[in-house]
């Protein structure tokens, strides 16, 4: 009641059609361009989001931290971050080639800039604009008449929430105040009906621990927010005691059930009982390029092992064309994905990969993708 008169409205009906009816000819655009190069044999495909981390500052130090390289985002140097005037610019330019934008971190509340960068997004006609946080400060930005636009301009809100144990939350996020995120979560599932977003969590599940992921899907379940699950990952790939407690495999299962019954779990029954089982995919990084804070490419994976990533400017280039030909003249992403001295030598488990391996089925089974494609934007 104290946030909401401060909160400019979402766009009107009309105007969100069209800024999705713009978006949605992008991503046909770019399922058209992407079904022939994958008939080609190519993996140079289209992106269907960009994953920009705006910073690495964080006010949490979670102790499964992980950049893809085995680092804690705190941990690493937090200059170079884009100005506002530069992440507009980046904004244009990858808009030029992909209909949706992912913003990361660290923690992506912590730039005072992130409402103007929203707002450019949607003037820009993405969609949807994604945002990952942790939660913690939600309460504060709402009432700063900076951020009256930035949920009007959000689509989707995920929140970090691994337990619903405050003692096991302050050791797992090393933060002394967890219940601001819970409180935070219940604020956003207020206002996600009169602002229009979808409210999602996303859930680390720990080995001898699947208990607090199961709590954490009940509470969603039961107050009709989606539930993303998240299998611990070690660097590049998934943490082998996962597979060995037996109490996985029975959350699994709750998951794959409660998603065949209508629950909000995001994602199709496919791509989550792949993530869940750790089954082989077909992963295809061009699909969600990463842009580090200082708007470079990370090319063609932020998590290889074998073969150190290329950095390249993104500011560089007037469109996505012209970026993505220069990626891979530096470094061809065909068959990269692999265990040779000459591919990635990884084998993430994270729901991401799991989406481009989703879409790389879609571009043969054309239904199916537009299934899942549906679901993540309208939520059905």
Request: charged share 25%; proline share 6%.
């Amino acid at each position: 009641r104290e946030i909401l008169p401060n909160l400019e409205a979402p766009d009107s009906r009309g105007a969100r059609f069209w800024r999705r009816w713009s978006a949605q000819r992008t991503a046909l655009r770019n399922w058209r361009i992407n079904r022939k190069l994958h008939g080609d044999g190519r993996e140079d495909l289209r992106p269907l989001y960009f994953i920009w981390t705006l910073l690495r500052a964080c006010n949490f130090r979670c102790t499964y931290c992980d950049d893809h390289q085995g680092s804690k985002y705190p941990d690493l140097p937090v200059t170079g971050a884009f100005n506002t005037a530069q992440g507009e610019k980046l904004l244009r330019i990858m808009r030029t080639g992909t209909s949706a934008v992912y913003f990361a971190g660290g923690e992506p509340m912590a730039r005072r800039d992130l409402p103007c960068l929203t707002r450019a997004a949607r003037d820009l006609d993405y969609h949807p604009i994604v945002i990952n946080t942790n939660g913690s400060l939600v309460h504060r930005v709402l009432k700063k008449s900076e951020w009256r636009t930035w949920l009007a301009d959000t689509d989707i809100v995920i929140v970090s929430l691994d337990s619903l144990d405050l003692d096991e939350l302050r050791q797992l996020w090393v933060y002394d105040k967890p219940e601001e995120v819970l409180r935070n979560l219940l604020l956003l599932r207020e206002l996600s009906g009169p602002m229009h977003f979808k409210l999602a969590v996303n859930t680390v599940i720990r080995p001898g621990r699947t208990e607090a992921a199961l709590d954490v899907l009940n509470l969603a379940n039961d107050l009709g927010i989606w539930f993303a699950p998240v299998p611990l990952n070690v660097g590049p790939t998934i943490d082998g005691r996962l597979h060995e407690d037996p109490g996985y495999e029975d959350l699994a299962r709750t998951i794959l059930e409660r998603k065949r019954k209508g629950h909000r779990i995001l994602g199709s029954r496919r791509m989550n009982e792949r993530l869940l089982r750790s089954e082989k995919l077909s992963c295809r990084n061009s699909l969600k390029p990463h842009i580090d804070l200082d708007g470079r490419l990370v090319w063609p994976c932020k998590a290889s092992v074998n073969v150190k990533p290329k950095y390249i400017d993104v500011l560089a280039y007037s469109n996505v064309t012209e970026l993505y030909k220069a990626a891979c003249r530096r470094v061809d992403p065909t068959r990269f994905h692999g265990p040779a001295k000459n591919q990635c030598g990884a084998n993430c488990n994270w729901a991401q990969n799991y989406t481009t391996d989703a879409y790389c089925w879609g571009l043969k089974h054309p239904m199916s993708l537009l299934k899942d494609v549906f679901q993540f934007v309208y939520g059905r």
